[in-house]
Every structure is written in C-alpha cells, then in structure tokens.
C-alpha cells in the first residue's frame, strides 16, 4: 500500500523531462567526442601548447650557451685567433702556407 502511494505520488511528467534532459546531456558529451571541434580539438590544442613550450624552453637554452660561447670568444683574443685559423683558414700576413694532398 505505501509503495502505490509512492509510485502514485512520483510527478512522472518531471521524470520524463529529466531523462530527457540527461539524454540531450549525454548526446551533446558524444558529439563534442566525436567532432573536431570538441573536446578533442582542445586536448589537442593543448599538448601542441605543451609540446611548443618545451621546445621554445629548449631553444632558449641553447641561445643562452651560444651567447655565453660568443662572449667568451670575443673576450679570448687567442681563441678568436685559433677559431680564424681552424674554422675560416686565416693566416698571418708574414706566415706561409702549405697544403699536403
């Protein structure tokens, strides 16, 4: 008797709505899975987000030791002269060279 006064009582218009509600929720949930502009495109956005920011990190890294590098060249006359010599082939004007094949 008391679970039909229950059952009686329940506003089934409202419950109806409400898995009608869920339903609506649930479908908009699977389309921005499955679309491109969804909840896909986002995750993507962000591990390129990600991904760009360590590779920008990794760059400046790398601008740092090559700054340091050409400080300490400029500042190294002997290390100027060996880099002229190794890298650019530069000799002295009173030097002579000679190249062995």
Known sequence: M???SCIMNINW???IQTK???AFVALLFVISLISDSGIR???KLKW???TMKNE???IEKQ???LEEKATLTRNNPKL???YARTKLGMVKPDETVYEIK
């Open 2 to 4: 008391l679970l039909e």
């Open 13 to 15: 218009d409202k419950v």
């Open 20 to 22: 009608y509600a869920w």
């Open 41 to 43: 495109y986002l995750i």
């Open 48 to 50: 390129n987000i990600h």
């Open 56 to 58: 920008i990190a990794a």
């Open 63 to 65: 601008n740092k030791e």
């Open 80 to 82: 100027m002269e060996l």
